[in-house]
């Protein structure tokens, strides 16, 4: 699963532009996920199913991950480091487009 993983979301380009212990991580946070069992996944505050966390956990890209890291990087004082990159990962491919977006609409 680990191989998959890495494969998915480009590891080798992940230690070119982050530390390869960064890029270990989100390996490691993506797989747990995956293996995780029960109907529901809490991450943050809110409870999700374990159907769509596993779908989106599968979705997610290079940039998507390139994303979160560069969001975690910006982001103040964090109580629970890896809950808070699972929560990023998670909402990335939505927040990632979203971002982008603003990012063009304000170059316009």
């Excluded at 230690?15 to 996920?33: F, H, M, P, Q, R």
């Excluded at 769509?52 to 103040?76: F, I, N, P, Q």
């Amino acid at each position: 699963m680990r191989a998959d993983v890495r494969s998915q979301i480009e590891y080798t380009v992940l230690c070119d532009n982050y530390s390869e212990g960064l890029a270990d991580e989100v390996v490691e946070t993506i797989t747990g996920t995956l293996y995780r069992d029960g109907p529901e996944i809490k991450i943050g505050r809110t409870v999700f199913p374990t159907a769509l966390v596993r779908e989106r956990m599968r979705s997610l890209t290079c940039e998507h991950v390139s994303y979160a890291l560069d969001s975690l990087g910006r982001a103040g004082p964090i109580h629970n480091p890896h809950r808070y990159l699972l929560a990023l990962l998670l909402n990335a491919p939505a927040s990632c487009s979203t971002s982008i977006q603003a990012i063009c609409n304000a170059n316009n």
